[in-house]
C-alpha cells in the first residue's frame, strides 16, 4: 500500500483497514501519518479536527516517531482540542526526548520538577490472549472434548452444547459426510463453511471452529432459545423463521429432541459479539 500520496480522508480509511485486516498491509508511514495528523489540527486541505489529529499522533508516536510525540505534548501544553494538562505535555516531551527530539528536551527544561502522567486517553492496544490449537488426523473423542473446552469458551459458549450438537452430527467422526455433502464432525455444509471463514472443513479444529462460530450466530439471532438454535442449526435459520419456530420437519424435530436430551437446557446465555481471544490454528505435521 503507497500512503504517500493519499489524501487525508483516504489516509484514515487506510489506517482503518490496518486495525481490520493487520497481516494483509504494509507498514505504517509514520511521516504520512503524521503529516496528515498535522492537517487535521492546522485545518490544511480539510475541516479542523482536534480529535482526528490527536488519534492520528497517537498512532504515530507510540509506534516511536518523536515528532508525533512533541505533537501531542504540544497539543496539551496548549490545550488544543484537550484539557491542558502540563503532566501530560512532559510524558509526551519525554517519549519524544528520550528518541533524540532536541526541541522536546527544550521543552522538558521548562517544566522543572513536574512529574509526567501517563496518558490513559493514549495506549498501545492491548494483545488479546492467544489459544494455539494443533489439529490432529483421526482424533479420538478425548482429543475432540479437549479442543471444544479450548474454542467454545472464545464464542462464550458452553462446550457441552458444541458436544451434544457434534455427537448428533457426526458422532465424534471427522470423516463424516452426508449426502447433502455437510463434512466433518459439525457437519458443515461448504456455504457454512466459507460464511464462517472455514478453509478445511476435513480439518477438524477448523471444523469445530466454524460450527461454533455458527451456534454462536443462532444464539445471538434467536436469543438464545437453544430448540430455535438447534433447529436452525439443521435446517437453516431461514426455515425456523419462515414457521416462526421448529418446522414441520421430521428429521429436524428429532434432531432438536435428540440434542435437548442430551443437553437439558432450554435457554443458553446470549453471547457477546466480540470473541474473547484469539485462535490460531496449526497443522500438525
Not at 35 to 50: L, N
Not at 61 to 88: K, Q
Not at 222 to 232: C, P, Q, R, S, T
Request: charged residues 20%; hydrophobic residues 40%; glycine residues 6%.
Amino acid at each position: 500500500m503507497n500512503l504517500k500520496r493519499q489524501s487525508p480522508l483516504a489516509l484514515c480509511l487506510a489506517l482503518a483497514a490496518n486495525l481490520v485486516n493487520a497481516e494483509e498491509v504494509a507498514p505504517l508511514n509514520l511521516q504520512q501519518i503524521r503529516q496528515t495528523a498535522s492537517d487535521f489540527e492546522h485545518g490544511r486541505m480539510v475541516k479542523q479536527d482536534y480529535k482526528q489529529a490527536f488519534e492520528m499522533y497517537c498512532k504515530a508516536a507510540l509506534a516511536g516517531d518523536a515528532e508525533s510525540a512533541y505533537s501531542m505534548g504540544f497539543m496539551y501544553f496548549n490545550g488544543r482540542g484537550v484539557t491542558r494538562s502540563i503532566p501530560l505535555a512532559s510524558h509526551w516531551f519525554k517519549q519524544a526526548a528520550d528518541h533524540g527530539d532536541n526541541h522536546a528536551q527544550q521543552m522538558l527544561a521548562r517544566f522543572g520538577n513536574v512529574t509526567p502522567s501517563d496518558d490513559a486517553a493514549c495506549q498501545a492496544p492491548v494483545p488479546e490472549p492467544e489459544v494455539k490449537l494443533v489439529a490432529a488426523p483421526n482424533p479420538n473423542r478425548q482429543l475432540v472434548e479437549s479442543w471444544v473446552k479450548e474454542i467454545a469458551p472464545v464464542y462464550s459458549i458452553d462446550p457441552q452444547l458444541v458436544m451434544a450438537v457434534i455427537q448428533a452430527e457426526s458422532a465424534f467422526n471427522p470423516s463424516a459426510l452426508s449426502g447433502k455433502n455437510a463434512q466433518g464432525l459439525m457437519q458443515l455444509i461448504p456455504e457454512t463453511a466459507e460464511r464462517f471463514g472455514v478453509k478445511d472443513s476435513w480439518n477438524p479444529i477448523q471444523n469445530i471452529k466454524g460450527g461454533t462460530a455458527y451456534l454462536h450466530w443462532l444464539l445471538r439471532h434467536f436469543e438464545g432459545k437453544v430448540d430455535l438454535v438447534l433447529a436452525a442449526y439443521n435446517a437453516g435459520e431461514g426455515a425456523v423463521e419462515r414457521y416462526q419456530g421448529i418446522p414441520p420437519y421430521q428429521e429436524t424435530r428429532n434432531y432438536v429432541k435428540q440434542i435437548l436430551a442430551a443437553y437439558q437446557k432450554p435457554t443458553h446465555p446470549v453471547p457477546p459479539q466480540e470473541l474473547q481471544k484469539t485462535l490460531i490454528i496449526e497443522q500438525k505435521t
